[in-house]
């Protein structure tokens, strides 16, 4: 890997960067009060464990990366949520 200086102040110069902060600024740092980096640090980390695992995908059809789509034995659906519900996803419950 190649490390690439981009100009300061150029937002633009680098849109897949500024677009991926935006979003965890957006989805998940604009609901907490951080009093330490050790917080911090574990709300990006459960996010981004959810942003790679659990949330639909645009590129992949809006499937789930980690799903695993064979059938399973009908259950109810549970609601399986972190981060007090600001990181929320759904699965079905082994019957």
């Not at 957006?26 to 959810?50: E, T």
Request: glycine share 8%.
């Amino acid at each position: 890997m190649r490390c690439i200086r981009i100009p300061p102040k150029a937002p633009q110069a680098n849109a897949f960067c500024e677009s991926f902060i935006g979003t965890c600024k957006h989805q998940c740092l604009n609901h907490f009060v951080c009093f330490g980096l050790g917080q911090l640090a574990h709300i990006n980390r459960v996010w981004l464990d959810y942003y790679h695992t659990q949330r639909p995908h645009q590129g992949t059809g809006n499937n789930i990366i980690s799903a695993d789509f064979r059938h399973t034995s009908p259950g109810p659906v549970k609601r399986q949520e972190r981060l007090g519900g600001i990181v929320a996803w759904y699965e079905r419950e082994a019957a």
